[in-house]
Nanobody
């Protein structure tokens, strides 16, 4: 059973940086895609970034492209999201997720079968 545990959220001023980490366990993740999603109050969950575990290819939402970087550490089984130049509109609960179908669309939340509990990111203006 896949388990995902996020850490690294917090409060930061606009323009600042945070690094989120997702510790993944329960199996090997070859062939998987790992994603970060976020959900702000009153809004639907939205895609932020994803990475195919085996190839390392990455994908980003337009709203975070150039500011956020997703990476994975094969040895530690972690997936990190480095967030720079944060804006108040980045405020949300951020979720790590795992999809067993890396060859399919990895930007759709419906493709992900395992989710973490979420970590709050608050960006003050």
């Amino acid at each position: 059973q896949v388990q995902l545990v996020e850490s690294g959220g917090g409060l930061v001023q606009a323009g600042g940086s945070l690094r989120l980490s997702c510790a993944a366990s329960g199996r090997t993740f070859s062939g998987y895609a790992m994603g970060w999603f976020r959900q702000a109050p009153g809004k639907e969950r939205e895609f932020v970034a994803a990475i195919r575990w085996t190839s390392g290819s990455t994908y980003y939402a337009d709203s975070v492209k150039g500011r956020f970087t997703i990476s994975r550490d094969n040895a530690k089984n972690t997936v990190d999201l480095q967030m720079n130049s944060l804006k108040p509109e980045d405020t949300a609960v951020y979720y790590c997720a795992a999809s067993p179908w890396a060859s399919l669309s990895i930007t759709a939340a419906t493709m992900y079968r395992s989710w973490g509990q979420g970590t709050q990111v608050t960006v003050s203006s």
